[in-house]
């Protein structure tokens, strides 16, 4: 796997995320495909913040395991800082994802055996640096857990576990955070906060912020706002 120090062709650029002709569909039980993406081109610049606006079913979630390689179109090209996801072996898809991509899961994913801090240098270890256990607090510190460290989820109000997950997902100091319904799971008395901190810690840390969401008082909050139906042309479709 190439060294994944600078952008592969070794210029710069503002741009940190780029779609080109990107389709993705699943099969049905009678042997059909429904088609979930149909998107001809979409970009992120570095630092941006940008939230995509969708109901449920239309493709959100599989967007963003598209982008982050979890999932893997069916043609296209997905670019991360320059480099095409689409072609990485799925070993080498994982690295870059520690390494370039933060993410927020909908349902926070923690492992419950661990303490918090345990679950933010976890992340650390499926990139290629050792694990920094001074960045690891200094990230709880910043999501106001520094007096929860060595509390495991359980121990944890859902609050609490949604700012261990924001800290893990800015572990290895991506590029790019995408966050998936991050206030879905959250009482309305937090929604405020995680949407504040996502968006704090994003702009300190110059990470470009792609939230996905079907609630429109998230939505207003961004400069920019992008409806999923208007760029993605297999909604329509179906």
Known sequence: MPLLSDRPDGSSSNEVLLLKG???????PDGGRLPILAIDDYHV?????????????CGKTT????ISGI?????????????DITVFTEAECDTFRAERIGYVFQTFNLLPGFT??????????FGRRRPDKARGRHLLERVGLGHRMTHRPTMLSVGEQQRVAVARALANQPRLLL???????????????VV????????????????????????EQFDRV??????????VTR
Do not use: Y
């Open 45 to 57: 610049e570095a630092g941006e913040q940008v939230v995509i606006v969708g109901r449920s079913g």
């Open 22 to 28: 990107i389709r993705k569909s699943f099969r049905e």
């Open 226 to 235: 992008d409806q999923l139906e208007q760029i993605n042309r297999a909604v």
């Open 63 to 66: 967007l963003l395991h598209v």
């Open 179 to 193: 966050a998936d319904e991050p206030t879905a799971n959250v009482d309305s008395g937090n929604q405020q906060q």
């Open 196 to 219: 504040d901190l996502l968006r704090e810690t994003c702009r300190e840390e110059n990470v470009a912020l792609l939230m996905v969401t079907h609630a429109p008082e998230v939505a």
């Open 116 to 125: 918090a801090l345990e679950n933010v240098l976890l992340a650390m270890k």
């Open 71 to 83: 999932s893997r179109p069916d043609a296209g090209r997905v670019k991360i800082d320059g480099w």
